[in-house]
């Protein structure tokens, strides 16, 4: 039981520092064996467990924004949500979302073609994020993060964020551009393809049985589409993927799970 809570950690610490800059305390990171390793040294689970740190990351807003809430007080939950909720997760990231989305507006803007605006900055630097773009997406976070918290939707950034991360997961098993015997940017053991998908649908589910189900169901029906126009995106853009675009597609895709949930639940006089 032991090496089994282990290893489930030591993944699930691997999923998290993939995309989050603030590391997991140690006892997260364990030697794992053999076994729970592929040829590339990553973890068998690690794709499965993406869409898992997507749903701890949403429980981490969901429980104190609900707890002020149900204490009666939906304006305190709103005005936290809005300041706090969205800055959490910038520091999380360390703002590299954020920077990478902006970065590749910026580009469209002055007229790039997607595959060029898609191209990692290191190899064409010559652009930075327009600071009135940075500050547009982030007033828009805040009052998307402000208006589910303020109507006690909270529970819905576990739908944002575990959407978000599967959408990731399912771009890092494109291949890469250029490289020679179908390589991705993550693998995944044969007959667990679809884990992350499963992972997704069960925890869509959970969230509904303690809220509304049909409105999650909704959510993950976004979701998959979401993860499948970003697919083709990118398979029409550059022929597959690299982390810049990862990072571009994932946190766009959290703008479109947050203004849907804000039309499901920001119902005047509820």
């Not at 204490?71 to 979302?97: F, V, Y």
């Not at 630097?125 to 909270?154: C, D, E, K, Q, W």
Request: aromatic share 12%; charged share 15%; with cysteine.
């Amino acid at each position: 039981m032991n090496s089994t809570i282990n290893m489930l950690l030591s993944q699930f610490a691997s999923a998290w520092e993939l995309f989050f800059s603030v590391p997991l305390p140690s006892f997260f990171r364990k030697e794992m064996e053999e076994w729970e390793t592929l040829d590339d040294g990553k973890g068998a689970l690690l794709v499965p467990m993406l869409p898992v740190v997507g749903a701890v990351t949403g429980l981490l807003l969901y429980i104190p924004l609900t707890l002020i809430c149900v204490l009666g007080r939906p304006l305190a939950a709103g005005i936290l949500g809005a300041t706090i909720a969205p800055l959490i997760i910038e520091l999380l990231t360390g703002n590299k979302d954020m920077r990478c989305l902006s970065l590749f507006l910026e580009r469209r803007r002055k007229g790039m073609d997607v595959e060029e605006a898609l191209t990692p900055p290191g190899k064409n630097s010559g652009t930075t994020p327009h600071i009135l773009i940075l500050f547009t997406m982030y007033i828009l976070r805040m009052i998307f993060f402000g208006v589910l918290a303020y109507f006690n939707a909270s529970f819905w950034f576990l739908v944002v964020f575990t959407g978000s991360f599967y959408l990731k997961a399912e771009l890092c098993l494109l291949n890469i551009p250029g490289e020679f015997g179908r390589k991705s940017l993550l693998s995944v053991p044969d007959g667990m393809k679809k884990y992350h998908m499963y992972a997704t649908c069960a925890i869509c589910i959970l969230a509904g049985l303690v809220t509304n189900i049909p409105f999650t169901l909704i959510g993950f029906l976004i979701i998959l589409l979401a993860a499948f126009l970003a697919k083709g995106a990118c398979l029409e853009s550059v022929s597959g993927i690299n982390k810049f675009a990862v990072r571009v597609f994932g946190y766009a895709s959290e703008y479109v799970f947050l203004f849907t949930g804000v039309l499901l639940y920001a119902k005047p006089g509820a």
